[in-house]
């Protein structure tokens, strides 16, 4: 069975940076485009980044585009989300998704995934 776990969240200053990673086990990471969404309470789920099972494509929300980076490690069965000059307004519950999608579009629409983690907490102090 597919199970995704991130860790790195906490809090951070605005301005700061922090590193957000996702460790897939139980599946072929190759296999999935993975995903980023986050989500705070009385809002509805929201995309934020995706990567293509290969790595060479990449999407953003425009919220984040230019200060959020995704990536992955085949090898480590891991992606990461690196985000720059942390706002407030990113303060959420962070969920990394799998798409089994080895297509050439990706998906942002959480109805796409196929597995979730837990999610991991960021909070960005003002």
């Known amino acids: 069975q597919v199970q995704l776990a991130e860790s790195g969240g906490g809090l951070v200053q605005a301005g700061g940076s922090r590193r957000l990673s996702c460790a897939m086990s139980?599946?072929?990471?190759?296999?999935?485009?993975m995903n980023w969404f986050r989500q705070t309470p009385g809002k509805e789920r929201e995309f934020v980044a995706a990567i293509s099972w290969s790595g060479g494509r990449t999407d953003f929300a425009v919220s984040v585009k230019g200060r959020f980076t995704i990536s992955r490690d085949n090898t480590k069965n891991t992606v990461y989300l690196q985000m720059n000059s942390l706002k407030p307004e990113d303060t959420a519950v962070y969920y990394c998704?799998?798409?089994?999608?080895?297509?050439?579009?990706?998906?942002?629409?959480?109805?796409?995934?196929?597995?979730w983690g837990k999610g991991t907490l960021v909070t960005v102090s003002s």
């Open positions: 139980g599946g072929t990471f190759r296999a999935y485009a």
């Open positions: 998704a799998a798409d089994r999608n080895t297509g050439p579009t990706l998906r942002k629409f959480s109805s796409n995934m196929e597995y």
